[in-house]
């Protein structure tokens, strides 16, 4: 077994552990890629984030990982709609129009995520971090792209 495979397996099997949190927060970071970027996988990692951490939360808001699961749920939504945005997506003509379906469900997601977030952290912020996370919130609530895309690999 493989050392993400290990992570993976404490991730997903010991979440009422605080190594399985933490072991979670690394797979999430990962885009819960078991093997490394290139290997041929798909690159679309945002809806693996969404699928495992939306859940993770309800369950286990008071996790000392919540914080920054919060914040990379909201980047996952957030890569999901800017990749509906672009025109062109890797090397495959229109591959954007295969996010579309969800693109502005998900924009509002991150919309609240990051609302969330700020109401929560924003206080331990400096002014460039705040001015930062402003802007990307003024950007995602009037439609204009922001070319997130924590969440998905070009080179898969």
């Given at each position: 077994?493989?050392?993400?495979?290990?992570?993976?397996?404490?991730?997903?099997?010991?979440?009422?552990?605080?190594?399985?949190?933490?072991?979670?927060?690394?797979?999430?970071?990962?885009?819960?890629?078991?093997?490394?970027?290139?290997?041929?996988t798909r690159g679309d990692r945002f809806?693996?984030?969404?699928?495992?951490?939306?859940?993770?939360?309800?369950?286990?808001?008071?996790?000392?990982?919540?914080?920054?699961?919060?914040?990379?749920?909201a980047q996952a939504y957030e890569t999901?709609?800017?990749?509906?945005?672009?025109?062109?997506?890797?090397?495959?003509?229109?591959?954007?129009?295969?996010?579309?379906?969800?693109?502005?469900?998900?924009?509002?997601?991150?919309?609240?995520?990051?609302?969330?977030?700020?109401?929560?952290?924003?206080?331990?912020?400096?002014?460039?971090?705040?001015?930062?996370?402003?802007?990307?919130?003024?950007?995602?609530?009037?439609?204009?792209?922001?070319?997130?895309?924590?969440?998905?690999?070009?080179?898969?």
């Amino acid at each position: 077994m493989s050392r993400a495979d290990s992570l993976a397996k404490l991730a997903l099997e010991h979440q009422t552990s605080v190594w399985g949190h933490w072991a979670l927060l690394k797979m999430t970071y990962r885009g819960w890629e078991l093997c490394d970027c290139g290997a041929g996988t798909r690159g679309d990692r945002f809806r693996d984030v969404i699928a495992h951490v939306e859940p993770f939360l309800s369950a286990h808001a008071d996790s000392p990982a919540t914080r920054y699961l919060q914040f990379a749920l909201a980047q996952a939504y957030e890569t999901w709609w800017s990749l509906s945005k672009e025109r062109k997506v890797g090397e495959v003509p229109d591959e954007w129009q295969r996010f579309l379906p969800g693109a502005d469900a998900a924009r509002k997601r991150a919309i609240e995520h990051y609302r969330t977030w700020l109401a929560a952290y924003g206080a331990e912020l400096d002014d460039n971090q705040r001015l930062w996370l402003r802007h990307k919130l003024f950007r995602l609530e009037r439609d204009i792209d922001t070319s997130e895309h924590r969440y998905y690999c070009e080179c898969c």
